[in-house]
């Protein structure tokens, strides 16, 4: 069983249009994480949830729009993509104050043309 | 200043050398230090995680920190092929926000 996975895996789309990246973790974690991965594998936090509710929202675009229907799942909504949003998208979750492991999704590749 | 730094690489080591990996972090408030491997196309994973100053050993792979000098460092004994990938330092406060640094490629060759 696969801890924590996204899709889609691989996401090719155009300037200008709204996408979104699908995140779900079977692990029981209250907590759940997007991270974006650039071309330079500089790895770096964008959005946390904690129990379905917002707790970390780093210097992001608002085009980005992360939601949380219940805390097994994380999406995250991008408007009006740019081209410097190519990058490897990450989900992970964790259990702070039970465990200090965060658990890394597979990654979402996304090229925008 | 970044929070971390880490020298991206690559570094290219033979079989059975012994690698050292190394991160440097500015501020003192900094308590929990991970190191992460991540393989090509794949998601980051935990390696090693060390609270305060110390060290850590876990077979091949030994954590230091040196909370003085801010300094976080990664030895890897024996090096193997399957130990190519990327290592990429995490420093926290607590154990919620992890800041990564950019990451070491390392190839060990046969």
């Known amino acids: 069983d696969t801890a924590v996975s996204q899709t889609p895996k691989y996401l090719v789309t155009q300037m200008g249009n709204d996408k979104s990246i699908k995140c779900e973790q079977n692990?029981?974690?209250?907590?759940m994480y997007w991270y974006k991965q650039d071309s330079k594998k500089f790895l770096k936090i964008m959005f946390s949830?904690?129990?379905?509710?917002?707790?970390i929202n780093e210097t992001v675009p608002n085009r980005f729009s992360p939601k949380s229907p219940d805390k097994a799942h994380l999406n995250l909504h991008i408007n009006s993509l740019e081209l410097g949003d190519s990058a490897v998208y990450f989900c992970?979750?964790?259990?702070?104050?039970?465990?200090?492991?965060?658990?890394f999704g597979p990654g979402t590749r996304l090229t925008v043309t | 200043q970044k929070e971390v730094e880490q020298d991206p690489g690559p570094l290219s080591v033979p079989e059975g050398a012994i690698v050292s990996l190394n991160c440097t972090y500015s501020?003192?408030?900094?308590?929990?230090f991970m190191w992460y491997r991540q393989y090509s196309r794949k998601g980051p994973e935990l390696l090693m995680y060390?609270?305060?100053?110390g060290n850590k050993e876990d077979g091949r792979f030994t954590a230091q920190v040196d909370k003085s000098s801010k300094y976080i460092s990664l030895f890897i004994r024996d090096s193997q092929p399957s130990d190519s990938a990327t290592y990429l330092c995490?420093?926290?406060?607590?154990?919620?926000?992890?800041?990564f640094g950019t990451g070491t490629r390392l190839q060990v060759f046969p």
């Open positions: 992970a979750s964790s259990q702070p104050g039970e465990t200090y492991e965060q658990y």
């Open positions: 692990l029981g974690h209250d907590t």
């Open positions: 949830y904690n129990n379905k509710e917002l707790i």
């Open positions: 501020n003192s408030a900094f308590q929990y």
């Open positions: 060390t609270y305060s100053s």
């Open positions: 995490a420093i926290s406060k607590n154990t919620d926000k992890l800041i």
